[in-house]
Each structure stands twice: as C-alpha cells, then as structure tokens.
C-alpha cells in the first residue's frame, strides 16, 4: 500500500524558519517525481514545489520562491520542505504527493497533511 | 496562470446524475484532471487526462472536455459522494487548481 507520512508541522512565528518531512512506502520512492502542496484553511489547493526522481529538476510557485527548498534522499524515502522567513499567509496544512502518469502531471497519491501556523 | 473556474456549491439527491464543470482561462487540451476531498481527508485523484479513470474509482465517475471547457460526471450519485471536486490542469506552467465544488447529497 502507498503511504506517505508528512511531518514536522507546528506553530513559528513569522519569519522564523521551519522543516517538513514526508516518508514514503509502498513503491520505488526513487522512481518517482514528488511535490508539496498546501491549503490553507477553509480555501483550495496551491502547488508550492516539484522535485523529480533524481532531483535534477525542481520547480517554486512564485509566492514561495526564493524562501522555500525542496529536497529529497532517495535512501531514505524521504521528502523534504525547507521553510524559511514564513509569513503568516504560509499557514496552510502542507501535503506531500506523488506524481503519477507519466505523461500527465498528476499526483495519484497524497499523504494527511502537515499543518503550518505563521503567528506571532 | 491559467485560471481554472468552477461553480462553488451543488445538491443534488441520492440516485441522480450530477455534473461538475471546470472552465479554464485559456486552452489546456486535455490536460485537465478531477480530485475529490471528503471533509477531513487529503485529496484523491479520480480521473487524468480529462476522461481516464484512475484506478480503483467507480465507474460512476466520469470526465469529459477538451480545451477549456471540462466535465466530471457522477450517475448515479450516492450519499457516500458528498465532497468537495477540484479539478487541476497540468497542460500550462505552473499547473493550478479550481477553487473547488462542493457536492452536497440530499
């Protein structure tokens, strides 16, 4: 069964910095391209990051650019999000999911969420 | 970015055959794609491509459209359907989401 377990949410206050993790099982973690994607309370879904297999590609949604780090280790089965200088409009639960079909960018499978809350 | 438009909230009743629409700002081919998220839960990839249905859901669930304009079909619907449907298009950069449909079930 694919499962992917997000950790490392919580409250910081704004501008601090913060790491989320997401472990992977149940398929080849390294096969796969991986991705962040957050909804903050009560609203839709926002794509925040994307990370292929080997980490060769890596792409930010403009509002997290220059202040979030994707990154991956393929030996360990994890999936990581590096927050830094967090405003409060960062607050969201943060999921981690799984690029599916191949030739259409989908995530078949998302992990529970890890929530985020940016308050002083 | 391309904006993807969908109407906020329907109702339908148990047995009826519902349809949820999903326009995008500008041509996506056939790049658009149907989630469902029941309260409390992560989302779940229902159909890709705009008619392929994912593995594992009923064959109740359907999609349609190309370009701009896209349908996710649900006949019959059933209690069990009560979610909120997004639909994402993977066709431009960066992909983006609807806001979401909220299904109420009668």
């Known amino acids: 069964e694919v499962q992917l377990v997000e950790s490392g949410g919580g409250l910081v206050q704004p501008g601090r910095s913060l790491k989320l993790s997401c472990l992977a099982s149940?398929?080849?973690?390294?096969?796969?391209?991986m991705n962040w994607i957050r909804q903050a309370p009560g609203k839709g879904l926002e794509w925040v990051a994307s990370?292929?297999?080997?980490?060769?590609?890596?792409y930010y949604a403009d509002t997290v650019k220059g202040r979030f780090t994707i990154s991956r280790d393929n030996a360990k089965n994890t999936l990581y999000l590096q927050m830094t200088s967090l405003r409060s409009e960062d607050t969201a639960l943060y999921y981690c999911?799984?690029?599916?079909?191949?030739?259409?960018?989908?995530?078949?499978?998302w992990g529970q969420g890890a929530s985020v809350t940016v308050s002083s | 970015d391309t904006v993807l438009t969908q109407s906020p909230a329907l109702a339908v009743s148990p047995g009826e055959r519902v349809t949820i629409s999903c326009r995008a700002s500008?041509?996506?081919?056939?790049?658009m794609h149907w989630y469902q998220q029941k309260p409390g839960q992560q989302p779940k990839l229902l159909i890709y491509?705009?008619?392929n249905l994912e593995s594992g859901v009923p064959a109740r669930f359907s999609g349609s459209g190309s370009g701009t304009d896209f349908t996710l079909t649900i006949d019959p619907v059933e209690a069990d359907d009560t979610a909120t449907y997004f639909c994402?298009?993977?066709?431009?950069?960066?992909?983006?989401f609807g806001s979401g449909t909220k299904l109420e079930i009668k």
């Open positions: 999911a799984r690029r599916g079909d191949p030739h259409y960018y989908v995530m078949d499978a």
């Open positions: 149940g398929f080849t973690f390294s096969n796969y391209g």
């Open positions: 990370i292929s297999s080997s980490s060769s590609y890596i």
């Open positions: 500008e041509s996506v081919s056939t790049g």
């Open positions: 491509g705009a008619s």
């Open positions: 994402q298009q993977s066709w431009n950069d960066p992909f983006t």
